[in-house]
């Protein structure tokens, strides 16, 4: 299967984001324009694609053995 087409641009530099486990800021020219979730072996589990601090574009979960679960998209 074909994985979904983030909203987060390849461009973008992770940080980790402070105080949470897993959590990472996708930035962008000092802007966060999404956010990814690890699960404990290093695998994404959620991507959230964010346009001026909202969720805009799909939000992609998948299982902890990287099946797909689902692509919400948001406007």
Do not use: Q
């Not at 909203?7 to 486990?21: K, L, M, T, W």
């Not at 897993?22 to 695998?43: I, P, S």
């Not at 694609?49 to 689902?70: A, F, M, Q, V």
Request: some cysteine.
């Amino acid at each position: 299967m074909k994985r979904p087409k983030t909203g987060i641009p390849h461009s973008a530099v992770e940080r980790r984001a402070e105080g949470y486990d897993g959590l990472a800021d996708c930035v962008v020219d000092g802007r966060v324009a999404g956010r990814r979730v690890y699960n404990e072996t290093g695998r994404v589990v959620r991507e959230t694609s964010l346009k001026d601090g909202k969720r805009h574009g799909n939000e992609i979960e998948w299982t902890d053995d990287g099946t797909l679960l689902s692509v919400e998209p948001y406007f």
